[in-house]
Structure formats: structure tokens, C-alpha cells
């Protein structure tokens, strides 16, 4: 695997670095399923007690890269749309964000920066999450071209707040995160990643079959609320929201070269992200 994703073992624990900092972590095919690769290997690694998953430099992760996305996509915009095959394709990438979830080590994962649409889909599948004192989250895709694949969003923050971020696409800051129960910790950003470290690290104290099955359990009391169903139809949803005539017009802006500005008056009667920078 190529240079976008590190990984590395160091005294019980395993360290999964989405490594394109130049183009804000964005998740391509390759990330995608280079991440889905290392936490097989650290889940069957005897000697790794849990895993820490971050990005590499001040952002954890902007979401899909969609200049690459657009690139791949079996039908451009204006052309015919074949659901099918883009259920399958996402729903590729939705296997490999819940290894995570699935994975029977505990998973850390870091919010750095900004964290943003796609890539909340991979890292709300963690079991913990720890969030800079300076970091945001939010799924802004939600204002136009996409809805959640993993749909974590509902399980772990209930219904109330789930609606309140996910039709408005409002970013949530790290305060109102912990407050809602989002995150598990909040600390400076100059100490995120020690203190992730330091936590996943306990984890060897205690037998890997106990934290496999207390795992196991938490999972499956959500699992036994639709989660598997809820999956399937956001990530189904996913492709006809990203097909209507209004995120078509969008996604052509982007291959036009209009990125920025498509992004901008996206979030222009917002303030936020693209109006922020």
C-alpha cells in the first residue's frame, strides 16, 4: 500500500495515519481501502492491545476527495445513472469503514481540525473518540450531495441532535460535542495525540477476549436497532441524493474547475466551512 495511510506498532498498540495532509486527508479508493487492510492486520497482530486512528498534520479529514470521486464515478454528470452499481461501490467502502466497528480491538480515534462529511462515516465507527480543544465535525454533504453511509450519526448522539446536525449540516465544535456526548474527551490540540496514545495503551491490561466480547455486546444492543438496515438505505440514499438535478449542477461546477466557489455558496447562508477559511 502506498504512502497514503501509515501504520506502524509501537508498545501495544497500533497507529493507522491517513497520510495526505497536502490534499486535507481526503479519502480516496486507496485510503479507503488501505485503512480497511491495517485494521485487519492489527486486529490479528497478538502483540496489539488496541488501535489509534488519526490523520497526518492540523486535519484529521476532509471527507471524500472529490476531484478523484467524480474522476471514478461509472456515470458523469448528465449521464445515465446506474443505482445499482453505485450501491455496490459505496457499499464497498462502507465494509471497510465498519472493520472498524467490527474490529474486536478498541479503537481511539483522533478529531483534529476538521473532520467533515465521508470521513465522519469512517471514524464515528470508532469506539472512542478524542477531539482537539480547536477542532469541528459535521456533515456538510447533507446540505447537497450525499447523506451518511454508516449512519452512526443517529446511535450515538440520539434523534434530537442527530436532526439538529445532520438537516442543517452544521458543524459542531468540541464543546457542544462533549456536551451531546459525541466525544469522549476533549484536550489541547498539542496533547491529542499523546493522550490517545496513553488511553488505547491501558487496554493491555486488560485480557483481549474481555474486551472482545464487552465489545462485542455493546455492539450488537445497536446492531438489534436497525443499525445493518439504516446502513443500507443511507448508503442507497446516498447515490440518488448525489443524482438529483441540484447536486448534479454542483458536482459539474467541481469538474469544471469551480470547486471552491460551488463549496462556497454551498455554506454561504451557513458561515461555516467554506465561508470560514
Not at 130 to 139: K, V
Not at 166 to 172: D, E, H, K, M, N
Not at 250 to 273: H, K, L, M, N, Q
Amino acid at each position: 500500500m502506498a504512502n497514503s495511510v501509515l501504520y506502524e506498532e509501537q508498545d501495544k498498540i497500533a497507529i493507522i495515519t491517513i497520510n495526505r495532509p497536502e490534499r486535507l486527508n481526503t479519502l480516496t479508493a486507496e485510503v479507503i481501502q488501505a485503512v480497511g487492510e491495517y485494521v485487519d492486520q492489527a486486529a490479528s497482530a497478538a502483540e496489539v492491545a488496541a488501535i489509534v486512528l488519526r490523520g497526518a498534520g492540523p486535519n484529521t479529514s476532509a471527507g471524500y476527495d472529490l476531484a478523484d470521486f467524480l474522476a471514478n464515478e461509472d456515470a458523469s454528470p448528465g449521464e445515465a445513472w446506474d443505482p445499482v452499481a453505485d450501491y455496490q461501490s459505496m457499499s464497498g467502502n462502507v465494509r471497510n469503514f465498519m472493520k472498524v466497528w467490527e474490529c474486536p480491538k478498541p479503537v481511539v480515534a483522533e478529531i483534529s481540525g476538521w473532520l467533515i462529511g465521508g470521513a465522519t462515516d469512517l471514524l464515528l465507527c470508532a469506539d472512542l473518540l478524542f477531539m482537539a480543544d480547536d477542532a469541528h465535525i459535521g456533515y456538510a454533504p447533507s446540505r447537497i450531495y450525499g447523506t451518511p453511509t454508516t449512519m452512526m450519526w443517529v446511535h450515538r448522539i440520539g434523534l434530537e441532535h442527530a436532526k439538529q446536525f445532520l438537516l442543517t449540516g452544521r458543524p459542531i465544535n468540541a464543546e457542544t460535542a462533549f456536551r451531546i456526548g459525541l466525544v469522549s474527551r476533549v484536550c489541547r490540540a498539542s496533547e491529542l495525540s499523546r493522550t490517545a496514545e496513553s488511553e488505547a495503551r491501558r487496554f493491555a491490561d486488560i485480557p483481549s477476549n474481555q474486551l472482545a466480547l464487552n465489545k462485542l455486546l455493546i455492539n450488537q444492543a445497536f446492531e438489534n436497532m436497525g443499525l445493518r438496515t439504516s446502513q443500507m438505505l443511507g448508503t442507497f440514499f446516498d447515490g440518488i441524493a448525489r443524482h438529483t438535478p441540484e447536486a448534479q449542477d454542483w458536482a459539474s461546477r467541481i469538474t469544471e474547475g469551480e470547486f471552491r466557489e460551488a463549496v462556497a455558496e454551498r455554506d454561504e447562508p451557513w458561515g461555516d466551512y467554506g465561508q470560514s477559511r
